[in-house]
């Protein structure tokens, strides 16, 4: 049996739903699409590719770091800020670019569907080179939030086992019925970071850490099916 359409899918409304790397609803939040609208023309697109005017996707991904970095404190403590500061930066670095990688994989399915047409990429808006400097400069950010991390050996080893989820992602809608699945494994990562960043292991807390990733996996496919 050939792979599915993934143009009549993502045309559907039935497949392809990835909500948390391009977004959750069709109401832009009002402040963020306002801030973006206001700067500058030229930086506009990729503040869009980024998926800067649709944040709710960067808060699904924070979120299992800070219940992780909260679980992980010492009983009585408040997690580390400093901790907390360096996983919101990443949140919003590393969502930024899964968009990107989404958008680059689907650009020439997305110029045939109206939701996704006006997209900078699939719009021409900006060109496949500027997408992927963009791309890099992110990831940049991103290996540079990574190795500011406590015990930044092993926490470098843990989210960079994290990147082939993030760019395979976008090609599970094209074929598999269960893309939420690794959309889910994929954004709670921050589970295991948190626990990470703040013992430098993840053997001791398996037993803490393990259901909390996968009650977050559960939580995905919920709110991603819905």
């Known amino acids: 049996m050939p792979p599915p359409n993934p143009t009549k899918e993502k045309a559907s409304g039935t497949k392809g ?20 609208d206001r700067m500058p023309l030229s930086v506009q697109p990729y503040m869009h590719l980024a ?13 299992p770091c800070y219940w992780s970095t909260a679980i992980a404190a010492d009983p009585g403590h408040w997690p580390d800020p400093k901790l907390l500061g360096l996983f919101t930066i990443g949140s919003f670095v590393m969502r930024g670019a899964g968009c990107t990688i989404n958008d680059m994989w689907d650009a020439d399915f997305d110029r045939h569907v109206e939701r996704t047409k006006s ?14 400097a963009f791309l890099a400069a992110q990831l940049s950010v991103g290996l540079g ?14 989210g960079a086992v994290s990147l082939p989820l993030v760019v395979a992602y976008p090609l599970m809608k094209r074929y598999t019925n269960w893309p939420q699945l690794v959309l889910g494994m994929t954004f709670n990562w921050g589970a295991l970071m948190g626990w990470a960043a703040t013992h430098g292991s993840l053997m001791d807390g398996l037993s803490i850490i393990g259901p909390l990733y996968a009650s977050g996996i559960t939580w995905t496919l919920v709110y991603d099916t819905l």
């Open 17 to 36: 739903k990835d909500v948390g790397l391009e977004e959750t609803n069709h109401n832009h939040n009002s402040t963020t699409t306002s801030i973006v």
């Open 119 to 132: 997209r900078p990429l699939a719009s021409g808006e900006l060109s496949m080179t500027q997408a992927t």
């Open 51 to 63: 998926r800067l005017d649709k944040p709710i996707g960067t808060m699904l991904l924070l979120w």
């Open 145 to 158: 939030v990574l190795l500011s991390l406590p015990h930044m050996e092993f926490c470098f080893m843990v």
